[in-house]
């Protein structure tokens, strides 16, 4: 019997996972696919958002402002990517000049600190590259950038390592109430669980409605992205925003923690929850507002687009709340932007929902805050890179070429606790693959280094979730293929 | 520091016929580094024959081809590290290796050779639409899977694009036991060899597609299927035209791209349209005493003229080693005209050139009963007439030096001229 069940490993699973796991609880994080960090973590905007869009008095505002304040001492506990940036929004117009005071006025009584309104000679000093139809500009110095699911992946490294339970390839397909005890099945097996955190993202309604008559839906709202070389990664110094307007945040842009540049997102309602298309629809609109901001745009320097999912519920606040049907059940749902930063203020928040029902929680002695150093080879000195290579000669193999990932350091993060065990495992923890040519001359190589460090046969290995098969055996002359056994 | 009066970058069949030309020029010392864990590069992966009808005048796989000069190579004595990365160049021809034997290495050259290849365009690149699912290859890293490491990627197969790659992997498909239902191309002609498409396409019934394209990418774990539509004149989709292909494998060979970062990050110009280095009649691009060949330099049909150009490159390197190039003097640009992409090497510098000039050129699309015109300035010094043009084949024209001298400046263009009464 586990004392709490959290259901999704995704930001918000692992940080509350992470942050129960300096307690004396039994917990366990329960993941439907291979890996964690696998839905809308893997694929937003990456921001840490500095808090004035949020209407005044929601708890998005509040865990906004909250979250934000707290990535510095998380980030550098969990040695993960996390810049201080700042971000601009841009007024093109008297009217949107407007709306910049508005945001302000809102950001104040958010308690966002150091905000400024710029004049269009302050923002073409700061971003020179900006189109030259600006009149001014919103200046948030306190919103940074981060690498999503490297933060998730350390949380879950760091929960794991403090007596979390994550149990991957698990998806929930019942919860049946008992007395003082949830039963929560999977396809295989069940566990059971005093307390359980609805955090599924979107299919967080599908997981409440489990237990409980009345509920929400999560409705799944599209947004594309497209990544851009590193030759382009300094195009803009801070994060761009158009002016918001009644038909949303519009288009943002990005230098990303690894020195790439990223537009995004789109904005459109899907039917399907597991849809990761892009469209051509999505990348002209793309095209179309990015214009609006750069008065040249490096279209051809696109190494990649993807496309993550936004969980939308009607009243357009988080629901974070044990539910009144269903004691010890807490919803997490509805994590929309500003999701990501509002992370660790919702870990606190349901902490505090939980101390409400249990009563005052014992802290774990042995409690580690941080994680094995995670190093990033081209990061270190020369001298510091000749010691490792000294120690360990896999840190002297290049196998991404374009990033220049050692072997050594993907090894070590195959051996992490919630390491990698698949070729985007591999990608999202250290990179290889992530630059121009995608793969192209690496992805037979750390299939090769998987295989060899799980014992598994290549054919066996996997491009991301389950039956995402890489290759297949070859054919003999005992094995043809034809026709027929298809 | 250790130092080398040459060092190589890049151990295939560029960097190979470079290191071996150098040193029968008498340079001793001479280093080639490899990142890979063999020496030939992307040739020991092209399993097929047809390598060598210039240069040997015999019909050679890949790897026989490289053997040739792996084997003159070794009996030469030239030194080389494999699994050795080069991590950065200056100006001043210092190099920073790595490998897991020496760590971290710097090495001082009086010559730098760049021979370091390309890359293969990736389907980010050409921004196809639709899911992100397994089965998606670029042409040669499914050649390499089948190939060396023995392993297929998929039964049903769909190819986009007809690069000489896609072509041979179309039969390799096919040989392995795979059902290829189509190569789509974007373009209305190939940009492959012709006799790539008769004997890997035309001899296998698997139909070319011109002026088609794919729209988008169905399944989201596994791939399931691609969309084809056919596309007008500017490339854009037909409504109405689109086909479902079922396929487990899509193949990408959407062009190469040469792999200069190194270049870019030492500062060498590069050429926009090879996407290589802007390089004088010596193969020594715009930062003295480094040279650069083969594919990184412009990306080559055949890997004949790769040698060719390479053993110009070598000689040119020892030359520069022993201080018997000739900087400055009169310097030619050349000029790609109408009907002409471009040309290599973009300057000739008068003083290096003993007979001939050789230039390479490819065209910007499908040319029948066409001129090829040399002009210096406005005077016409050359006219070759040509039955068929075609960007996926590489052009040469040589010049003699005596029809070039003069003291005005000069500027050499080469363009198509259309056959009268055509």
Known sequence: MFDVAIIGAGIVGTMISRELSKYKLDVILLEKDNDVANGTTKANSAIIHAGYDASVGTIKAKTNVEGNAMFDKLCEDLSVPFKRIGSLVIAKCEEEKKILQELYKRGKQNGVAEMKLLTKEEVRQMEPNLTEKIEGALYAPT?????????????????????VELKLNSKVTNIVKHDGFY???????????????????????KINNMVNSEGFEIMANSGEYQLYDKNVGKLSNSIIFQCPSPKGKGVLALPTVHGNFMIGPTSEYVSDKESKKTTREGMDLLYENIKELFSEFPYDQIITSFMGLRAKVESQDFIIEETNESSRFINVAGIDSPGLTAAPAIAKLVLKILKNSIGELKLK???????REVKHFMELSEKEQSELIEKDKSYGKIICRCENITEGEIIDVIKRKAGATTVDGVKRRARPGSGRCQGGFCSPRVMEILARELNVEMDE????NKGSYILMRRKTENDHWSEDNE | ????????????????????????????????????????????????????LHIFKEELTGPEYAERFINEFHKLGIEYKLDTMVLNIDENKTIKLINSEDGLVDIKAKAIILAMGCRERTRGAINIPGTRPSGIFSAGTAQRFVNMEGYMPGKKVVILGSGDIGLIMARTMVWEGARVSAVVELMPYSGGLTRN?????????????LSHTIIDIIGNEKLESVVVSEVDVNRRPIK???????????????????ENELAINVGINLDNKTKGAIVNESMETSVPGIFACGNVLHVHDLVDWVTEESRKTGKSAARHVNKQLIEGGKIIETKAGDGINYIVPQKIRLDNIDETIDLYLRVDNIYENVKLVVRKDNEIIKKIKKSHLAPGEMESVSIKK???LGDEPIILTIELEEEMGK
């Open chain 2, 240 to 258: 109405g035209t689109e086909k479902i292909f079922e396929c487990d494998t899509l193949l990408l060979s959407v062009g190469l791209v040469p």
């Open chain 2, 402 to 404: 005596e029809n070039v």
């Open chain 1, 365 to 371: 002695e042995s409690f580690a805050s941080t994680r």
């Open chain 1, 183 to 205: 039963r929560i099945f999977s396809d295989k097996d069940y566990v059971e669980a005093k307390y359980v955190i609805n955090c599924a993202g979107v299919y967080a309604d």
């Open chain 2, 1 to 52: 520091m250790n130092n080398y009066d040459i060092v190589v970058v890049g151990g295939g069949p560029a960097g190979l016929a470079a290191a071996i030309e150098a040193k029968k020029n008498g340079v001793e010392s001479i280093l080639v580094v490899e990142r890979d864990r063999e020496l030939g590069g992307i040739l020991n992966q092209c399993i097929h024959n047809g390598f060598g």
């Open chain 1, 143 to 163: 919103a940074g950038i981060v690498g999503p699911w490297e933060l998730a992946i350390a949380l879950a490294e760091n929960a794991v390592e403090n007596g």
């Open chain 1, 461 to 464: 290995i996997l491009k991301g």
């Open chain 2, 197 to 209: 498409i008769v004997q890997c396409l035309d001899d296998f019934d698997i139909p070319l597609l």
